[in-house]
């Protein structure tokens, strides 16, 4: 176990540059620091070095074919780790960068296999967190970061989780607050002729078709990946950010979906079994469970995706067994929301009319 370094960060204190050149140092050397980004923390390693990606693996617990994405802090920075940059990349950099998309371009060759999982692809992202572009900039270096968390589970959205995670394993986390976005950053790969979204985000299809015109969706992210329909980011084939406890989604109106979960949960809870509900501001009073966490309101999706994983955790933390969780719609910003959902739950959902016209549940 090494001593990993826990520091509080705020750029407004004259003291926050210290902090921030002791964490650029210790990439520069080949060591690992996690970071704030506006989607979720970051474990930080030296992009261009293979033996440090390699360490980002080993932290994680990380399957060695699930590629990293290298983080910037100036658009200057991204010419030497890239091939052609197509006009609808351009288009897209100009328009949500910097921000929570990640793009997949051709790479260059200084981009070491380790960091890609042996693709001829690098995907990139410019965040848009101020400590994030603080620390890049100073390592004056491309930084591979995935998420900061164990692998196959929650991203971490604050420096807690990541030390619930990671503590020992690292050299540094650096706690710049929640994470203000909370789910992962839009994919979208600008290598072949038309964008195509590998995984769902805060950048929407209908924002990026508003300025490049047509954007497909990787059809294998809508459902649960099978041999035949292999996700394109490889990342995304993996069931994870779940929770231990068992997480089934429940679809149908508002006062059947209650109905039906309090049948489930008394069930459950009769069998001794600890039994958790992921409810909404307008719905948590409807149910009887152990623990009833609500997301937020569901007329503020953008308030339900920054607390998803916390909850999602936060059930873990609360020894949950079982959770039964609401589902929401799919539009917009919803569908990163739904992604997430559906991998906590290894795509397990009852939904309720379909039941009742006897096309069975739990698929
Ligand atoms: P994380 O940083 O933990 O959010 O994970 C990075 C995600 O980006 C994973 O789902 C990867 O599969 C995906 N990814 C990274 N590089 C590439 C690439 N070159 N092509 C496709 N997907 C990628
Ligand atoms: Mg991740």
Redesign the pocket.
């Known amino acids: 176990m090494m001593k990993t370094i826990l520091a509080k960060v705020d750029l407004s204190q004259p003291e926050a540059m210290e902090i921030i050149r002791r964490a650029a140092k210790i990439l520069q050397e080949g060591g690992l620091v996690a970071f704030p980004t506006e989607t979720v923390y970051g474990l930080g390693g030296n992009g261009l070095d293979g033996a440090a990606c390699e360490k980002i693996y080993l932290a994680k617990g990380r399957p060695s074919d ?4 290298l983080h910037i802090s100036e658009l200057e920075e991204l010419k030497p780790i890239v091939g052609e940059i197509s006009p609808a990349a351009q288009r897209l950099m100009d328009a949500f960068w910097p921000g929570p998309l ?1 793009m ?1 371009f051709p790479k260059s060759d200084i981009v070491p296999e380790k960091a ?1 999982g042996g ?1 001829d ?3 990139v992202r410019f965040p848009n967190h101020p400590v994030a572009r603080a620390i890049i900039r100073e390592a004056g270096l491309p930084i591979a ?3 900061a968390n164990s692998s196959g589970k929650p991203s971490p959205t604050r420096a807690s989780h990541v030390a619930f995670d990671l503590d020992g394993r690292i050299d540094m986390i650096v706690d710049g607050g929640a994470a203000e976005w909370g789910l ?1 950053s839009t ?1 979208v ?1 600008v290598s072949g002729e038309v964008p195509m979204i ?2 769902p985000g805060a950048v929407t299809k209908e924002m990026m078709e508003e300025v490049v015109g047509r954007v497909e969706i990787d059809p294998a992210i809508l459902r649960k990946p099978e041999a035949d329909l292999k996700p ?5 084939k993996y069931t994870h950010y779940s929770p231990k406890a068992e997480v089934i989604l429940v679809k149908g109106e508002k006062e059947a979906v209650a109905a039906k979960i309090n049948a489930l949960a008394a069930e459950d809870m009769a069998q001794g079994r600890k039994t958790g509900v992921m409810a909404t501001e307008e719905t948590k009073s409807l149910y009887h469970a152990d623990i009833i966490l609500s997301l937020g309101s569901r007329m503020k999706p953008e308030e339900i995706g920054a607390n998803l994983f916390k909850y999602l955790r936060k059930f873990d933390f609360l020894g949950a067994e079982r959770v039964y969780s609401e589902v929401f719609s799919e539009e917009g910003e919803g569908m990163a929301i739904m992604n997430r959902l559906h991998k906590a739950a290894g795509y397990r959902i009852i939904d309720i009319e379909e039941e009742a016209n006897g096309k069975g549940a739990c698929d």
């Open positions: 699930n590629p990293l994405i990640t997949v890609t693709l692809t690098v995907a970061a995935p998420s992962e994919i790969d590998l995984r394109k980011a490889p990342g995304m």
